[in-house]
């Protein structure tokens, strides 16, 4: 008798036990549901130094999608929450697995300099990336219907001869990767920061201008990231250009708030 009573008490544990399982995978679900109704923002260059303030800014808002080239040093560099894409701009067959879903893409993509202007892989020129490379970025955002794309350029980029255009004609290339952004259909905005600082950011008064026509002057990578965050949904940085670059004279850039009223669309 006492076996009996053993084994139906067994049994009874045996019929609660999926009941029990299936309540914790629905919760499990619903946790995955929740984030799975963010937003998915695909993110190029994110294991650069302006990378890295863009992730930050994006917060828990969205789903994050990084495309790189390296899948193992990203793993190491950046945080587990990033969903890892390998790609290369410079081949547009690699492009289209990372673009599929994402709604928003923010890229800092750009041909690298080290020591005096020397490129640090001869392959990775202004012209295949920061003019193909984002041409490439830009037909596979059309393709995958993507509702917003913000690409990081430079300040001055219609202005030849200086410095920085020395330097494997970058400012040329740089201006025509904007203009296959432009031409694309994509919506965009286009930012084009002064000199890159890592200083701290929301320290520095910041103008926010028009024109490409302000002096040289540098501009701090977190208060740019920032900018490119809320670019992707204020209806008022659609199809805009823009400058930023530090001002004493201008009030530092908020944590939210407005940054695009008064600016105007680009000209088809």
């Known amino acids: 008798m006492r076996i009996q009573t053993q084994t139906a008490a067994a049994l009874a544990a045996l019929v609660t036990l999926p009941w029990f399982l299936m309540g914790c995978a629905q919760t499990t679900t619903a946790g995955d549901s929740s984030a799975s109704e963010l937003p998915v923002v695909l993110v190029i260059g994110a294991t650069g130094r302006t990378g890295g303030p863009i992730l930050a800014a994006l917060g828990d808002d969205y789903r994050i999608r990084a495309l790189v080239r390296d899948l193992d040093r990203a793993r190491a560099q950046l945080p587990a929450t990033v969903t890892l894409f390998r790609g290369d701009v410079r081949q547009p067959e690699t492009l289209a697995s990372a673009f599929e879903g994402t709604q928003f893409v923010v890229s800092a993509v750009g041909a690298r300099f080290v020591g005096q202007g020397e490129l640090d892989d001869p392959m990775n020129t202004p012209e ?52 296959a952004l432009r031409t694309s259909g994509v919506p965009y905005t286009i930012v084009r920061p002064g000199g890159l600082t890592d200083e701290a950011g929301g320290t520095f008064g910041t103008l926010v201008a028009q024109g490409d026509n302000q002096g040289p002057g540098q501009t701090n990578r977190i208060d740019v990231a920032r900018i490119c965050v809320r670019a992707l949904t204020d209806p008022a940085a659609r199809n805009v250009t823009l400058e930023v670059v530090k001002d004493a004279s201008q009030p530092v850039v908020p944590s939210d708030g407005d940054v695009f009223s008064g600016l105007k669309a680009d000209v088809p």
């Open 128 to 179: 295949l990336v920061d003019y193909e490379g984002v041409k490439h970025l830009a037909g596979a955002a059309r393709t995958a219907g993507v509702k917003h794309f913000v690409l990081v350029s430079a300040m001055g980029v219609t202005r030849s001869g200086g410095s920085h255009d020395r330097m494997a004609n970058i400012m040329h290339w740089k201006l025509k990767g904007e203009n």
